[in-house]
Each structure stands twice: as C-alpha cells, then as structure tokens.
C-alpha cells in the first residue's frame, strides 16, 4: 500500500504550474491590499482574507507534495529545498497582510473581527501575537534566510540518521530495525542491540551534537529579536496555553513517578532479574508473540473504530481503499509515522513502518486518528484546520485506546487465528516505530459529575477492562498474554507521559544555558533528567547518555514533547467520561470536538465535556486512571 502522490499533482508540469500560478496571485493581492487595509470595510477585509487564505492553501499544497516525496525517499532533500525555496519567494508578498493587520487601531481591529465570520479567532489570534512581530523588512529578511538556517539544520539531521547503519551480529541494520531489537525477548539481543546503538550515535556524536547546538541556539536568536523571554515559550503561544498550565501538568506528573517505580519493581519480579536495566525497559513479559499482517490490523481497526461510531469507521476504510497510507518500510524512507494532513481537496496522507508487530497496529490506529482529526476539520476551513499540538494528539491517542480495548475484548479470538505466526527467537524480525453519527440526548455534566464518573469508575477504562479480561474461561496461557499486552500498555502510556515530561525538562535544562553545550554536556542533564521517573528500579548505564541525539522532536520541534503528556492525560480522562456512559451523547460531542479544529481555544472545546484544563484537578483524574492500570498490574 503506496501514497498516490499523483493526487495533489499529476505531473512535474503541473506541480510547476501551480508554483507559477500561486506565485502571480500573491503578486497581484499584494499590488492590491498592501498598505490599503485601513481603508477596507468589513465586508471589503473578509474577501481579502479568503482570498489570503486561498493562496496560502496552495502554497500549503505545494509543501505538502515536496515533504511527502521526501519522506518516502530521503535522496530528495534537495528538490525539498528547491520548492521550500519557491514557496518562501511566493510568501514574500503576502508577509505584509498579518503585520498590517496589527498595524491598525484597536477599533479598525475590532470591527474586522467582529465581521470575519469563521475567521473571528484566527483574528483574535493574531491580534494576541502582536506584540512578537517585527516589522515588514525585518519578517522579510527572516523568512527569506530560514531555508539556510533552524530548517537548514533539521533537514541535515533526517538525511543522516537516514543514512545510519547499525552493526548488529554481522549484519547492517537501519534505525528502526535497531531499536526494535529493544523489544526483543532475548535478553543478549536487547543487550547487543542496544551497544550497537550507542556505538553509532557515540561515531557521530560531534555532528548530532553540533546540530543540536545550532537548533538550540537559532531558537534562542528568535526570541531575542521576537521578545518572548523563554524559548519555550514559542510553543506555548503555538499551543494556545499557558506556561502555568504546563508547570501544572509536570509538577502533577511527577508527583506520580512512584507508579512507574512501581510497575517496573514488579516486570523485574515477573522476568525473574536482579536487576532491570535500560535495555530491559521495553523487554516483553512472554505469552504474547503474535504477529499480525497488515490486513488482519485494518480489520481490528476497523471493527474498534466502528463500535465507537460508524462515522470512524466510515473514514478510516476511505483511508483504506483509497491507499492515504503508505505502510511498509523501504531503503530511504522516512523513520516513524505520521499523518500529513493535505489538501482539502484531497485528503490526509499517512506514513507507517508496519512491522507486523502488535504495537504496529497501535501505530496504524494511532495515526488513523491523526487523519479522522485533520479529515474532519478540513470544514472548518484552511486556517482553522490547524490545531495546537495539545489538543492534535488527542484523538491519535484515544484512536489507541479503542483499539486497546477492543483487543483485550477480543483476545482469544484475535489470538487463535491460524494466521498468528510467532516471531523469529532471536527477535530479528521486529522493527519499531521511533517514539490511533449518534446523537443520542443528554445534558453535560458539571466538572464535579465527570470527576465523581470517572473516580467512581477507576476513571471508567480500567474496572471494565480488569472484568472483561478475568474470565473462567482463559486459559493460563491467555491470562499470561493479557497481562503481557497490559504491561506493552502500560509502557506505552508511560513513554507519552512520564517519558515526555522528562524529555520537557530535560530540553528546559539545555536551552536555559546562554552557551554551546559540549556533547558530555548534554549527556549529563540527559541522564539526570532520564534517572528520574524510573526511582531506582531500572538502571540506565552510561551508553545511554548519547540516547537523547535520535530524538527528532528536539531538533524539529523545540518543546514540542509535553503536547504527548498533555493529550495522554486529556485522553484518559475523556476516555474515562466515555467508558462511565455518564455522557450519553458523548460520541457526538467528541465528533463536533475533532471537527472544530482549531477553529476555538482548546480551554473552550474541553470544556463541552465538563472539564477544566487550567485546574490541577483535572490532570490527576487521567493519573488515577495510570494508577489503576498499574495496580491491575501488579495484582496479576
């Protein structure tokens, strides 16, 4: 199953007759409205900002084509640049419309908002930015060098850990087939492979070292010239949130690291070590080595999807049949998965690395998510079609849990198909992903009703499960490979919670220092900020230290790594309000939530289900539904 990149462009003719076409419009809105907009009535400023859109929306399309062929095939760096480089020239004309917007009294502001129709918060948006902007020559001098600066610096990370290869028992293996040897049942191939890892990011430390530096310090140059007084505080304005919403969220979390102390004291019990070590975190429990082909995981997917509503269902077999995904891992393909979201007038593009793992079809639901999110919010136009990270991952994540729980329901059955084939012993067969219309009535409770819900119900998921799972009629061989996918669960949650606010303040520690940080550095906050959640009961040794340099969101995205923490909470606990039933309409409501996009302030959209996300409150009912998972956990 392979991208049509086709879709957005038939050919090189008219991929270059679109760059042509958009490059003559921005010219001609720019000889039309630059230095005009104070003389714009309402009426008058809402067409030049469809317009605006417009031609954002094809400069959009054009970078989606050139990023999508360079994920698949990463010796296309170049042509990248090239179009980065076009799309930048073609922008040049219409910097000025925001910046002139923000020029204008606060009356000539307010009337245009008021009369913007579906772009009132966008405006209001951009209104709250002001203060961060430069001027005209200087927006132009920054956008026309960006190629060759931050962007210039995450492009040379993607094409080298591209081209990495990873010595393992005589063999070359790409990143992804390395790390997921970490996942392997064999202790000694866990132990090798994580040596090899380390041996090669050691071989290129000084360059991954040297490009970090330049990420970190490009970023600092930006808040000097833009005035925000800390560098993550670009991404909280990007996420719509503020910082003391965030130091809520990691103060919550790491009050409740002893949980992860927790689970791993027992995984050390249960795998009979003395000791756990870093290499052992992702080790598997045993009873549970099933592989799945990519059909048998549509059609888990599909099923999951579809007993939450027909309408995912619907949505995710159009993703299906009509190949928005790109699944299996090929020479020079793009680590991970994503979903791109596109064009409207085509749809969302997902990339996978399937590996015919069962945490792969937590992947394939996971960006089915992503999709169903960006698909449905293509109605809210281009501009309110981008949502903030924080509330982006949430239904990737919640696409995760229906999928979860549909494969405990389900496990025997799932299990017992001929066409489960078991790994290869040596576990060289594993590849991993680098870290898924009723309208039935009913009012929405108060927050005091959804805390009480989601309390009462061990947050909802984990009572239901711990029934649904504990029958007299598993064999002991099932009730071994449940607690094993539980545990595989657990880990995961674990790695887009716990692992990520350590990644968060393991970056405030980095950029926090005004110098150059030597590799030795960086490895040394790194493993302070990584001992932490672990409370002693798994041991990190000193390769490990060089194991922050393949992270790609500390390169591509600077504090992008608490939007995982914030949705994994925000997931659970509205995953809890579902599974209670206290909500009756909830599956319409979380629907109209996706299709809003970020068309209003997340604050307001969580707010349909009751809950309030600026309240310490609220972080620790999705804790305490962690906790119950663990606490299944640990009483077998």
């Known amino acids: 199953m392979n991208w049509n990149l086709g879709e957005l462009f038939a050919n090189e003719a008219e991929f270059s007759a679109a760059i042509d076409s958009a490059s003559a419009q921005a010219r001609d809105f720019e000889l039309k409205f630059k230095d005009k907009l104070h003389a714009l009535s309402a009426e008058e400023f809402l067409s030049a900002l469809e317009l605006y859109e417009s031609i954002s929306e094809q400069i959009g399309k054009i970078m989606s084509f050139a990023h999508l062929s360079f994920a698949r095939d990463t010796s296309l760096g170049a042509q990248q640049a090239k179009t980065e480089q076009a799309c930048n020239d073609i922008s040049q004309s219409l910097l000025f419309f925001e910046l002139e917007f923000n020029e204008l009294d606060a009356a000539k502001q307010d009337e245009f908002i008021a009369g913007g129709g579906r772009f009132r918060y966008y405006l209001s948006l951009l209104k709250q930015r002001k203060a961060h902007q430069l001027s005209l020559s200087q927006e132009s001098v920054l956008l026309k060098t960006s190629p060759v600066s ?54 290129n430390s000084h360059l991954l070292g040297y490009i970090y530096n330049m990420i970190k310090t490009d970023l600092k140059i930006r808040c000097e010239l833009r005035g925000y007084d800390k560098a993550e505080a670009v991404m909280h304005e990007e996420n719509q949130i503020n910082i003391a919403s965030v130091d809520a969220l990691i103060a919550e979390t790491e009050r409740s690291f002893d949980l992860v102390g927790k689970f791993y004291a027992k995984k050390r019990e249960i795998l009979g070590y003395d000791v756990l070590y870093d ?32 309408k995912f269902k619907q949505i995710a077999l159009i993703a299906f049949e009509r190949n928005w995904i790109d699944a299996m891992p090929a020479q020079n393909k793009q680590s991970g998965a994503f979903s791109h979201s596109g064009s409207r007038d085509t749809h969302p593009f997902v990339l996978l690395n399937f590996t015919r793992k069962r945490r792969d079809v937590f992947t394939l639901a996971h960006e089915l998510g992503h999709a169903i999110h960006q698909y449905l919010s293509y109605g809210v136009g281009y501009f309110n079609s981008f949502t903030p990270l924080t509330t982006a991952e949430t239904a990737s994540v919640f696409c995760e849990m229906l999928v979860f729980d549909y494969m405990r329901e389900n496990f025997s059955n799932l299990n017992g198909s001929p066409n489960l084939k078991s790994t290869a012993s040596d576990g060289s067969q594993n590849f991993k992903r680098s870290a898924s219309q009723e ?79 030597s590799v030795e550095q960086v490895g040394e906050l790194w493993m302070e900020e990584s001992r932490k959640m672990f409370a002693g009961e798994l041991i990190l040794q000193d390769h490990y230290k060089s194991w922050w340099s393949y992270i790609p969101h500390f390169i591509h995205s600077p504090f992008y790594c608490y939007s995982y923490a914030y949705a994994q ?14 909500l009756e309409n909830f599956v319409q409501i979380y629907t109209e939530f996706l299709s809003s996009g970020g068309s209003d302030e997340p604050q307001k959209l969580v707010a349909k289900f009751g809950f309030d996300i600026n309240k310490s409150e609220f972080w620790r009912i999705g804790i305490e539904q962690v906790a119950a998972l663990v606490d299944e956990f640990v009483r077998g």
């Not at 909470?569 to 206290?582: D, E, T």
């Open 150 to 203: 931050g962007e210039a610096f995450s492009r040379l990370f993607d094409e080298s850990m591209a081209r990495m290869s990873f010595d393992f028992r005589g063999r070359k293996l790409g990143e992804e087939e390395i790390l997921s040897l970490l996942h392997s049942s064999d202790r000694e191939v866990r132990k090798d492979a994580a040596a090899s890892l380390s041996a090669v990011l050691e071989q």
């Open 279 to 310: 290499y052992d975190r992702y080790a598997p429990l045993g009873g549970d080595e099933s592989e799945f082909s990519f059909e048998q995981a549509k059609q888990i997917v599909l099923a999951a999807f579809e007993k939450f509503s027909p």
């Open 439 to 517: 309208a039935l009535g009913g009012e929405i409770p108060n927050e005091h009703a959804v805390k009480h819900a989601a309390s009462q119900n061990s947050a909802g998921l984990c009572e239901y499960a711990a029934r649904d799972t504990d029958t007299p009629s598993q064999t002991a061989s099932d009730k071994a490979a449940l607690r094993a996918m539980l545990a595989a669960k657990i880990e995961d949650i674990f790695a887009t919670l716990y692992r990520q606010i350590g990644f968060t303040t393991f970056e405030r520690r980095v950029h926090a220092s005004a110098d150059e940080l």
């Open 569 to 582: 909470l925000l997931v659970l606990a509205l995953y809890g309000l579902y599974k209670s039933g206290r």
